[in-house]
């Protein structure tokens, strides 16, 4: 039997819904049967990550522990979480639970270790990038990053709350693709998009570099670690 | 503060994942969270509905319980289940739980009647035919309603666990509208479009008569009955 996986969603809800909606069309099924199962508690109610990081809100750590908590207790087998920017809290939520919490920082840097690149683009919001997720992981494999100016930042932070707003039109999507080459311009030999949010409005069509997705990333990891399971207890089985 | 939506989904994945997209796209919101909270048992481990109604298989009635009664005990304040064939067994799961069950054959059939069409034309899987879910509701309610003849409904069946096996293409798409056309042709004046795997594959543009789609009705219900306390809170509050 294969594993169950836990989802701490709502952060927000289309990315949610598009990290589910990727999960089962990269579910290897001929039908329903074949399908993981998937517990998801998209919790719209917490706190803001960008502003708790920028200090001017309310800490969602203690929400985020108790949806973990909450999705273990229901079955989960493995966690993931379907925002980038509350990475930030990685490691009280793993503290907390006595199953695996799958990094979807973690995963999507060795991913873009394994592009090749020399020099690594980042897309993030800004909590990501205050709190330096990819920078740090990034650093600690030894690769080189580069990431948009604090006043592109500004402009590619308002199309995320823009596209968070339901909005995710050709105006949203020029300017998301425009921040993209211009890392490239800069040097990137691949980007990283990480805030799911981002594959809302650009794809691997829309950039001549590799583009590593975050949501990409971790939901074939957390297909392929909730299956595992199932493949070693077949083998032994046999 | 609005109420906990809970949803009874797997029956199959996809048909879950475009439920809780509908939920998102159809709440009014300007952020996060503006949003509602759900809570999703994704488990397509539950046994087959139309197998077991057609006597072929293991009952999915414990199992659609047990996910009811983890939702409660997790949060939800109101369920809903994201497929009609299932509500077969609608009344043992509202008997075993505390919170209100929204029913979408029920919801369904209102909206049907709302239309003001003589005649409702019904698109349904084997096992909500079969159960004659659908038939019952409209002929409580002294609705006429017509629907595939059988060898008709074979091969729309077909077409359902082509969609569930992840293939909504041109010739699935062209399948459907032919069977919807048809029950237009033989007097309907409006369709239900009474499985979760149509509305992937048929949208109102496809048909000259009001397309009542399952999923749609109960996506606002639920909006609508988890935003109702929020307002009445408001308003108690003033």
Redesign the interface.
Known sequence: ?SRTIGIIG?????A??DF??KL??ATP?????????????????IP?RNDAIAGRGESPAPHLVAAAL?LE???ADLLVMACNTAHHWQDVIAAAITIPFLSMIDETADAAMRSGAATIGLLAADGARSAALYERALDARGRAWLRLDDAAQRDFMAAI?TI???DAGDGVRAGIRAHALSLIDRGAAALIAGCTEIPLVLDANDVPVPLIESTDVLVRRAIAVARQSQRRRSCEAA
Chains 1, 2 share one sequence.
């Open positions: 039997m709502g952060l927000g809800p289309a949610t819904a589910f909606k089962i069309a099924a001929k039908g329903d049967s074949d399908h993981l199962r998937v517990l998801i508690d998209s919790n719209p109610r803001d909450g207790r229901a079955g709350y968070k707003a339901g």
